[in-house]
């Protein structure tokens, strides 16, 4: 029997029909489930929170937390309360608040100062990472409380108040804060002691932190600015260290010059008002003050490395006003001393640094060697940015490229190794990880909340050989010796003591670190 050829033919169509309507589905589905799975992933990847470093973040913030002087406001740490309420009250302000700088109870306002920057800067490129795991709240918050202090401590334009208490006298005492009773004497710099390091560091300060606070309080913000503006007046106008000016600040907070702070508030008051007579500042003045090709290493005292990173910003992403040749190659200058700083970082660069430990930990000084490993991390984290923001692909060094993933490299490796990945198997970050210094030298954590102790017979528990009653959570110890080796004594001072500047540090390199994605979104392309 014949077969009829139309039927057969229509069941062939159909049938091709519906094997090409399932192929275009299945095309469809797949496509579709390939772009939803790269759409999440490149979310995911660029939102990533490394989940030890979000963890090492949420500690080391709450130092600040420990540093606090004043009237304490939702306090955090059950062991502290309020001290040194009247501070200031002498001279009819209100000194109360700010951050003692250290183990001690002295409020020294050159590192605060700093201290206030550093924060403003991890702020303003890395607010974004702390909002991730809720810890930008937190940050404004401990920046407030140094800047509040500031204001105060500016009560006249070529005023400014830069020391509560007297240092020698402190030491004299191991007692708690909230049970100080000694006398505070007020320090301050004027026009006949001028103190252009201090005022300039504190002008950087509050200019930085104009810029936090521009989008959540602007008048407050507005006070910043002006009293960055008159403090960098002064600090220009009337030159002199305070070091020479103050003569008992040397064996504490020393300042072998204050070119450098001239150039770092200069560099934030141009970005924090886009005025450009400050661009012109740091241009002209660029020969006389910024040791161009000569790095040095970052620091509360040294601010250049700082200053070479931050206005190498501006030559990467441009300026807002038209820029002379002049000020254009100025930047040029400043951008490659800062390169020629980053280089010395690379463990693998012909120009790499000599100076680090057998474990390649960055190691400059035997006194608090943390600040310097912590300072060069975090800036190269930041610059690391700058170039992937930029579409920079190389950073030359003595006829070798390196990409900005090994800056980041090189910062991740100095980090692991404070939060443990170091010979010793120990957290130098009291509080994170299972194992971490016991007998950190801080007066506060050391004696118990309940001692009957006073001045002097307080220092049974300096002298004590148990471990402090109270945690000093957060704190960042000086670090360990050359030969990577690390003694938990509350006397080793040196390596045990912890400082809020090293926090500020370690608090922007960890912020810079915390998601897997390194392009950031800050006040770069504000």
């Not at 275009?24 to 799975?37: D, E, N, P, T």
């Not at 700093?114 to 810890?135: D, K």
């Not at 960098?232 to 072998?256: E, H, L, M």
């Amino acid at each position: 029997m014949e077969k009829e050829p139309h039927k057969d033919g229509g069941w062939v169509w159909r049938g091709l029909i519906l094997v090409i309507m399932a192929l275009v589905l299945a095309a469809v589905l797949i496509s579709f489930r390939k772009y939803f799975h790269r759409s999440n992933s490149s979310e995911a990847d660029a939102h990533q929170v490394v989940d030890k470093y979000a963890n090492a973040l949420s500690i080391a913030m709450q130092f600040f937390d420990v540093q606090k002087s004043g009237k304490l406001v939702n306090n955090k740490i059950a062991w502290r309360g309020d001290s040194a309420l009247g501070d200031g009250s002498e001279v009819n302000l209100d000194l109360s608040r700010g951050m003692y700088d250290a183990g001690d109870h002295v409020k020294f306002g050159f590192p605060m100062a700093f201290t206030a920057t550093v924060l403003s800067w991890a702020i303003l490129e890395y607010g974004n990472h702390m909002n991730m795991v809720n810890e930008l709240d937190n940050a404004h918050e401990s920046l407030k409380w140094i800047t509040d202090f500031l204001i105060n401590a500016h009560p006249s334009e070529n005023v400014l108040y830069i020391q509560v208490g007297d240092p020698k006298l402190d030491h004299t005492c191991w007692e708690r804060p909230e049970e100080m009773t000694g006398k505070r004497p007020l320090t301050q710099v004027n026009a006949s002691h001028p103190g252009t390091d201090v005022a300039a560091e504190s002008a950087a300060a509050m200019a930085a932190a104009s810029l936090v606070f521009k989008s959540i309080d602007s008048a407050y913000s507005g006070t910043l600015l002006k009293h960055a503006k008159q403090l960098f007046k002064f600090a220009d106008s009337y030159r002199g260290s305070y070091s020479i000016s103050i003569p008992g600040v040397q064996d504490f907070y020393n300042s072998t010059g204050f070119v450098d702070e001239l150039l770092w508030a200069s560099a934030w008051l141009y970005h924090a008002t886009g005025d450009k007579s400050y661009l012109t500042y740091v241009s002209a003045n660029g020969n006389a003050f910024a040791n161009r090709g000569n790095p040095s290493w970052f620091s509360w005292e040294n601010k250049l490395a700082g200053v070479q990173v931050l206005l190498s910003r501006v030559n990467f992403f441009g300026s807002k006003e038209d820029i002379s040749t002049e000020e254009s190659l100025s930047l040029q200058l400043y951008r490659q001393t800062s390169e020629i700083f980053l280089c010395g970082l690379l463990p693998e660069s012909p120009t790499a640094t000599s100076q680090r430990t057998a474990d390649g930990l960055v190691w400059v000084n035997q006194w608090n060697p943390f600040q310097y490993s912590v300072a060069s991390s975090f800036l190269a984290v930041v610059y690391s940015d700058y170039m992937l923001s930029s579409q920079t692909s190389n950073l030359y060094c003595s006829g070798k490229l390196y990409e900005p993933t090994e800056l980041r490299n090189f910062a991740v490796s100095q980090l692991d190794y404070i939060l443990g990945n170091n010979p010793m198997e120990m957290s130098y970050l009291v509080g994170y990880g299972s194992r971490y210094p016991q007998q950190v030298h801080h007066r506060g954590a050391s004696i118990p909340v309940n001692a009957n102790s006073n001045c002097s017979d307080g220092f049974k528990w300096l002298h004590t050989r148990h471990p402090n009653p109270n945690v000093a959570v957060g704190a960042l110890v000086g670090g360990p010796s050359l030969s990577d080796t690390y003694m938990d004594s509350r006397n080793n001072i040196s390596q045990s003591e912890p400082t809020t500047y090293n926090s500020a540090l370690i608090v922007g390199l960890i912020s810079g670190l915390i998601t897997s994605s390194s392009q950031v979104e800050s006040f770069l392309k504000n």
